[in-house]
């Protein structure tokens, strides 16, 4: 049996890349120095997989920035305001990523999203009328060459030309539509020069297939395909799919030439079922993903070598493939000096991944691979009681009843009473949570960690920070008060170390984009909470005024979806876990006298499945019900707010509204606050708070500006309904516009009531 890697992770074991990138930003390394971080990074990747066997080793999956970024410039799709810099490819190839401001000229960065399911981002291509889809670039072929001197002859890998168009944006009136012809011309020539370069296999990604398709979209790629392979040369073609099944055009690719089809059998839910009912061609090779690229977890060698048996019955040929590239797990368990042995044996990242392709390799050439040791020992780890089970919280799960993900009395009634509570001005003014984070809160924190204060010390620092917080709050006049979250590294990472049942790594950093990389954690057991975790700042902050003040937690499906889950339970069980945990925390704060607490959802977009038609069942009626249960058991005088970051909710905002919070918050400003057209078509409940300026830069705004858009909502959103915010992650900038942009807030607001 042959193995092979969608892509392997670029950034380093200890992200040399972004170290030298970041230098090289900054001026402090040359271009060449650059260059050559790359080439180790590469040569160290093709080896260590070479060493363990694998037989499609990629190339052209390192990137200094993106692939899609890559693929784009390999296609010539420049916007001509790049071009204008007149800088070297690299150069320019940054200033698409990242911006450029000097004495060139000054332009923004392409846009920027989400890849699929993932955490990842790539940059959006941007094509316009006088764009040319030509081969402009060499990286391809430069990569698989540099590898052919190190004596390993790789696959080389390419974004295909159907993702790319459809992910590309159109500035003009073409559409992706008439860009066929050139995209298939590109590509051909690109298979002709590799084939020359004694290319065996090419690996073009297309994980566009795994989402709804249209009979256009379908339409599209078989032109784009057929004209491709008609001239291919020797070169074999994989045609590569992940993150799903291709459920709406599984018998398009069968009937094309293509020597290869790569599908993902781990998120693929209906992969298996697509193969069994339409066959597959023998003179193609079945690229099996059954290793998973995304999460962290051991294989089971059970469940692949079931399925690789299943897929036999209908399979000539087969190779054992991962699910993804294995981009979105760390390196290597090898730096991790502070997890258990006990805790390490259930993990496999990419590295350890390589070895499960090797074992398995090993185990499949045995006359009998279910009696091989590594089998057995395999089989072990997924026999024993492996998480940490916390039983009383998984009978709290099992008994949940609908009462329980119900809040009473219904939002109107609640409405009211909280109206004549709390007694706010129209259009209340509050911020989402954060302030500041300043050189000296960070520092405060890592000597605290380290060891270098007490305990009593880093408390005290953060209790003057929050009594300084509290008095500019009130003496610029804000109505809703935060303590200010100065005690937080992260809103998912704070959590995750105050509950049990989760599990922090030391070097396992997954790329977010380009240089920024994350380390989500892991949830290792059964989530519970043991004390309070933020009853301490928030009462204390009580304490210094009498607004009311907003207590702050983050919400259970944010917290899951930036943590590695658990594979041995639903995320559904997962998440209600959490939110059973946070729960109490919203219980303990109201027990404290917080009266308005607000739970933060932030990333509840970000895992809404690829298809639609799995929105529901797969997501949303577990994760709105997770919601309902953190502050379904609060009075009725209490208020729950919640926040949301990115503005795409128009297809959602229904469930959003489902959430039965009393108030939410939206990043809005950045998207020209579209979200109101949303609101106000839907008949949106609950109250909202779009923010009304944007943070990102240290720009203050202007009251007029602020009064605008003020403006502007209150002619679609009913005045008794409307929160005033800026957007959401103050805590990223300075203190001195922080406050200069708040006050111009509260003036704005002020001067907008006066108008009534
Ligand atoms: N409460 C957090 C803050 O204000 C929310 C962060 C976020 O929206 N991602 O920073
Ligand atoms: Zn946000």
Known sequence: ????????????????????????????????????????????????????????????????YDSLLDTACLLNI??????????????????????????????????????????????????????????????????????????????????????????????????????VGQAAEAYAVILKQLNELGAEWIQLDEPGLVTDLSQEDIGLFSKLYTQILSSKG?????????????????????ALPFDGIGLDFV???????????????????????????????????????????ELKVHVKNIVLSSSCSLLHVPYTLQHETKLANESKRYLAFAEEKLQEFAQLKAIGAQADPYS????????????????????????????????????????????????????????PTTTIGSFPQTAEVRANRFSFKNGSITEEQ????????????????????????????????DMVEYFGESLDGFMFTEKAWVQSYGTRCVKPPI??????????????????????TSKPIKGMLTGPVTILNWSFPRED????????????????????????????????????????????????????????????????????????????????????IRDIDAMDADVITFEASRSDLAIIDVINQCGFQTEVGPGVYDIHSPRIPSVEEIKLGLHRMLEKIDIAKLWVNPDCGLKTRGEKETWASLKQLVQATKEVRETL
């Open 1 to 64: 049996m042959k193995t092979s890697i969608i892509g392997y992770p670029r950034v380093g074991t200890l992200r040399e890349l972004k170290f030298a990138s970041e230098k090289y930003f900054k001026g402090e390394i040359a271009i060449a120095e650059l260059h050559q971080t790359g080439a180790n990074l590469r040569a160290a990747h093709w080896k260590i997989q070479q060493e363990n066997g694998i037989d499609f080793i990629p190339s052209n999956d390192f990137s200094f």
């Open 78 to 179: 420049v916007p001509d305001r790049y071009q204008a810099l007149g800088l070297n490819p690299l150069e320019t190839y940054f200033a698409m990523a990242r911006g450029y401001q000097g004495e060139q000229g000054d332009v923004k960065a392409l846009a920027m999203k989400k890849w699929f399911n993932t955490n990842y981002h790539y940059m959006v291509p941007e094509i316009d009328d006088s764009t040319t889809l030509r081969l402009a670039g060499t990286k391809l072929f430069d990569e698989f060459l540099e590898a052919k001197q190190q004596n390993i002859v790789t696959k080389p890998v390419l974004i295909g030309p159907f993702t790319l168009l459809k992910l590309a944006k159109y500035k003009g009136a073409k559409q992706a539509a008439d860009f």
């Open 234 to 254: 020797n070169v074999k073609v994989l045609v590569q799919t992940y993150f799903g099944d291709i459920r709406d055009c599984y018998p398009t690719l069968q």
């Open 267 to 309: 998120e693929g839910t209906q992969s298996l079922a697509l193969v069994q009912q339409y066959g597959f061609s023998d003179d193609k090779v079945l690229f099996a993903g059954l290793v998973n690229g995304k999460n962290i977890w051991k294989n089971q060698y059970k469940r692949t070598l079931g399925l690789i048996h």
């Open 372 to 427: 091989s040791a590594l089998y057995l020992q395999n089989e072990e780890l997924f026999n024993s009681a492996r998480f940490t089970n916390n039983e009383a919280v998984q009978a709290k799960v099992a008994a949940l009843t609908e009462a329980d993900f119900t809040r009473l009395p219904a939002f109107n009634e609640r409405e009211a009473i909280q109206k004549s509570k709390f007694q706010l001005p129209l259009l």
């Open 458 to 489: 880093y408390k005290q620092f953060n209790f003057e920070k929050i009594a300084a917080c509290i008095a500019l709050q009130e003496e610029i006049g804000l109505d809703v008060l935060v303590h200010g979250e100065f005690e937080r590294n």
């Open 523 to 544: 949830v290792w057991g059964d989530i519970s909470r043991s004390k309070p975790m933020t009853v301490e700042y928030s009462a204390y902050a009580k304490s210094l």
């Open 569 to 652: 339970i639903s995320l559904k069980d997962s998440a209600f876990q959490i939110a059973l945990a946070i729960r109490d925390e919203v219980l303990d704060l109201e027990a404290n006298q917080i009266e308005i607490i607000q739970i933060d959802e932030a990333a509840l977009r970000e895992k809404l499945p690829l298809r639609k038609s799995d929105w529901q069942s797969e997501y949303l009626s577990w994760a709105i019900p997770s919601f309902r249960l953190v502050h379904s058991g609060v009075q009725a005088e209490t208020q729950i707010h919640t926040h949301m970051c990115y503005s795409q909710f128009s297809d959602i």
